[in-house]
């Protein structure tokens, strides 16, 4: 009678976003998540943009059920499905079938609450955060300690990424039931401590199109995304581990800008044509290039995924003279004060010359604001039992 099965179980975990310098855009297998090409990741920290989720199991649970910032959500969706069967179906597999008393009972129904410390109207792959933190309280509630990238990859493809912390490849795999098809962090995020991140927020709007459906247009009408997946993404992977291994920034920046280029481009070669970028993301495109031009190297480098938020890469000691350079481009409306965010960042007076060579008629208020991170690790485990986001009655 003491070694009962547990009534109530808790588990909370965070888990960070990650942004793209190889790009990821079409599936061969769109139940599987099974990508066309290979992809290859910076894990952005978790003091700046993380999902936290609590998962609790209970003899006393009649049905599961999902709550997503604070609000009920659809807990039948087929991806948080597919999650749910992946995790249970390890967590029978490692009791080998056997009743283990101590062990949770995988019939007892769960709730689920999820929340971002950032706007997920802001469009910053919150997807991606959204299962691996999903994955990772599953995993800790049914005590798993598998590598779990493949179950995440159900959730969303990128998802599989922020599995890992640092840089982190999602390789394609060549098996048709998607077993090789996992994530591998290439270096931690101690490997390169200059490296800083820019989240320009230049939109609260939804995406029109979103990944899911944009890519499988792109799959099925896009000749250049056919070329890109068998010919250009082979090479550049290999070029881009190369420049990540020698912390070679100017190498690791003109690549990553080339291939959010060619993404882009895939986009606007997909039939009917899809739209990511705005005229705000090309004045971002345009000013980084003069930025670079005026300093006759690789400074800053952009990326930008399913929307028209720019990520910006840069060293260290560049990152205070870049945002003046911002500042000055999109002058604040209202929140000047809040115009940065995250790390703190320098003052840095721009050269008149520089100002010159690489200002243009500002457009006030395009740039909403300036989020400054860094690299950083994976999933985590929370410990103090006050920060689960479901009580001890299972509810929010
Ligand atoms: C442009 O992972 O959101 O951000 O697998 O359908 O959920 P699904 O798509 P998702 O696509 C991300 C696309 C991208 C590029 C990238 O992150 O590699």
Same mark, same amino acid.
């Given at each position: 009678?003491?070694?009962?099965?547990?009534?109530?179980?808790?588990?909370?975990?965070?888990?960070?976003?990650?942004?793209?310098?190889?790009?990821? *855009?079409?599936?061969?297998?769109? /139940?599987?998540?099974?990508?066309?090409?290979?992809?290859?990741?910076?894990?952005?920290?978790?003091?700046?943009?993380?999902?936290?989720?609590?998962?609790?199991?209970?003899? /006393?649970?009649?049905?599961?059920?999902? *709550?997503?910032?604070?609000?009920?959500?659809? !807990?039948?969706?087929?991806?948080?499905?597919?999650?749910?069967?992946?995790?249970?179906?390890?967590?029978?597999?490692?009791?080998?079938?056997?009743?283990?008393?101590?062990?949770?009972?995988?019939?007892?129904?769960?709730?689920?609450?999820?929340?971002?410390?950032?706007?997920?109207?802001?469009?910053?792959?919150?997807?991606?955060?959204?299962? +691996?933190?999903?994955?990772?309280?599953?995993?800790?509630?049914?005590?798993?300690?598998?590598?779990?990238? %493949?179950?995440?990859?159900?959730?969303?493809?990128?998802?599989?990424?922020?599995?890992?912390?640092?840089?982190?490849? *999602?390789?394609?795999?060549?098996?048709? =039931?998607?077993?090789?098809?996992?994530?591998?962090?290439?270096?931690?995020?101690?490997? *390169?401590?200059?490296?800083?991140?820019?989240?320009?927020?230049?939109?609260? %709007?939804?995406?029109?199109?979103?990944?899911?459906?944009?890519?499988?247009?792109?799959?099925?009408?896009?000749?250049?995304?056919?070329?890109?997946?068998?010919?250009?993404?082979? %090479?550049?992977?290999?070029?881009?581990?190369?420049?990540?291994? =020698?912390? =070679?920034?100017?190498?690791?920046?003109?690549?990553?800008?080339?291939?959010?280029?060619?993404?882009?481009?895939?986009?606007?070669?997909?039939?009917?044509?899809?739209?990511?970028?705005? /005229? !705000?993301?090309?004045?971002?495109? +345009?000013?980084?290039?003069?930025?670079?031009?005026?300093?006759?190297?690789?400074?800053?480098?952009?990326?930008? =995924?399913?929307?028209?938020?720019?990520?910006?890469?840069?060293?260290?000691?560049?990152?205070?003279?870049?945002?003046?350079?911002?500042?000055?481009?999109?002058?604040?409306?209202?929140?000047?004060?809040?115009?940065?965010?995250?790390?703190?960042?320098?003052? +840095?007076?721009?050269?008149?010359?520089?100002?010159?060579?690489?200002?243009?008629?500002?457009?006030?208020?395009?740039?909403?604001?300036?989020?400054?991170?860094?690299?950083?690790?994976?999933?985590?485990?929370? /410990?103090?039992?006050?920060?689960?986001?479901?009580?001890?009655?299972?509810?929010?």
């Amino acid at each position: 009678a003491m070694a009962a099965e547990r009534a109530l179980a808790m588990a909370t975990c965070t888990a960070p976003v990650n942004i793209a310098v190889i790009k990821y *855009w079409g599936k061969r297998d769109t /139940d599987l998540i099974l990508p066309i090409n290979s992809s290859l990741s910076v894990t952005l920290h978790q003091d700046q943009l993380k999902t936290t989720t609590t998962a609790a199991a209970s003899r /006393d649970f009649t049905e599961d059920r999902l *709550w997503l910032n604070g609000k009920e959500a659809d !807990v039948g969706h087929p991806r948080v499905q597919a999650c749910l069967r992946e995790v249970r179906r390890l967590a029978r597999k490692r009791r080998g079938g056997g009743e283990d008393a101590a062990a949770l009972s995988l019939s007892y129904k769960i709730h689920i609450a999820s929340e971002n410390n950032f706007p997920t109207a802001a469009g910053l792959a919150s997807s991606a955060a959204g299962y +691996a933190c999903l994955v990772s309280a599953l995993a800790r509630l049914y005590g798993l300690e598998e590598e779990l990238s %493949e179950v995440a990859r159900r959730g969303s493809g990128s998802a599989c990424r922020s599995m890992f912390g640092g840089f982190v490849q *999602w390789q394609r795999g060549e098996r048709p =039931d998607g077993t090789d098809s996992l994530a591998l962090q290439v270096a931690p995020e101690t490997h *390169w401590p200059e490296l800083r991140v820019l989240v320009l927020v230049v939109s609260g %709007e939804k995406k029109p199109v979103g990944s899911t459906v944009g890519m499988q247009t792109s799959v099925e009408t896009s000749p250049l995304l056919k070329h890109r997946a068998e010919v250009v993404v082979p %090479e550049r992977l290999a070029q881009m581990m190369q420049h990540i291994r =020698d912390r =070679d920034f100017e190498g690791f920046g003109q690549l990553a800008m080339r291939d959010s280029n060619q993404f882009h481009a895939t986009c606007l070669d997909t039939f009917p044509p899809i739209f990511y970028l705005t /005229d !705000v993301s090309r004045h971002i495109i +345009a000013l980084a290039h003069r930025y670079n031009a005026h300093h006759g190297h690789t400074k800053v480098a952009y990326s930008f =995924d399913a929307g028209p938020n720019a990520v910006i890469f840069a060293l260290a000691d560049t990152v205070a003279e870049f945002v003046e350079v911002v500042r000055r481009s999109f002058p604040p409306a209202t929140n000047g004060d809040q115009f940065v965010r995250g790390l703190p960042v320098g003052s +840095a007076a721009l050269p008149p010359e520089l100002a010159a060579a690489v200002l243009t008629e500002p457009v006030p208020g395009a740039v909403q604001y300036i989020l400054h991170t860094k690299p950083g690790p994976g999933p985590q485990l929370v /410990d103090d039992p006050s920060q689960h986001l479901l009580g001890a009655d299972g509810l929010p």
